[in-house]
């Protein structure tokens, strides 16, 4: 008998095949399981009638006439305090807007609706608007503390402290319909981060409440 063929080598080899094999059957399971799970795990979008919805488009309506004053007093104020506070609505609002773009967009909606303003309030205890479908959008927009556009005709055209005051009388019916909007989404909603910009809305804006107030008073505006 010849010493140079070991006999064993072929049963080797197939064993080591088979091995990889098992162990590439295994990782694909692997991959798959996880994949699944990762599916499953993933946490579901609101709806095209959710309240985090209806709180995005409503509230991107709304941030845009915020941005819209804030940034035609502050090109024109000669008050340092007014200047400041009117710069951080228009940039702070601005970038809320983006981010509630941003959502409806995550979530695969129209970034407008075919109901009327504030229909997704309806269901609140506290905020809703009663019966929106029974009302004209101009009777809506007055009740979110929207601006008309003879009001912006007039803030454009005002200069001095005039428009000073008129720019904080119309921010400040505005700021306080956009609380309640931002109540009612942390009351109705779900999701965490639409929650968590809902808050900073309630908080940053009744702030500024205050700050318009010191600022109505100091300037000795009527009303």
């Known amino acids: 008998m010849s010493d140079d063929t070991p006999v064993a080598r072929p049963a080797v080899r197939w064993a080591v095949v088979a091995l990889v094999a098992v162990a590439v059957m295994a990782v694909a399971f692997a991959i798959g399981r996880f994949t699944a799970f990762g599916a499953t795990a993933a946490p579901a979008h609101p709806s095209d009638t959710s ?28 008050d340092d305090e007014l200047r400041t506070l009117s710069y951080d609505i228009a940039t702070t609002q601005s970038g809320q807007r983006g981010e509630m773009f941003g959502w409806l967009v995550e979530w695969g909606l ?16 506290a905020h809703s608007h009663g019966d929106t479908a029974a009302k004209t959008q101009e009777e809506l927009l007055s009740e979110m503390g929207m601006a008309t556009d003879a009001q912006l005709d007039e803030l454009r055209s005002a200069q001095g402290q005039p428009a000073d005051c008129l720019f904080l009388e119309l921010m400040t019916r505005h700021h306080e319909g956009a609380i309640p909007m931002a109540q009612a989404v942390i009351e109705l909603g779900d999701d965490a981060r ?30």
């Open 110 to 125: 129209p970034q407008a609706s075919s109901q009327p303003l504030m229909t997704w309030m309806e269901k609140s205890d």
């Open 194 to 223: 639409v929650k968590e910009v809902a808050g900073a809305i309630v908080t940053g804006q009744s702030a500024e409440l205050d700050a318009m107030r010191d600022i109505q008073s100091r300037l000795s505006c009527a009303g």
């Open 51 to 78: 309240a985090e919805a209806g709180f995005a488009r409503d509230m991107q309506v709304h941030h845009t006439q915020a941005v819209l004053m804030a940034m035609e007093i502050y090109r024109k104020t000669a």
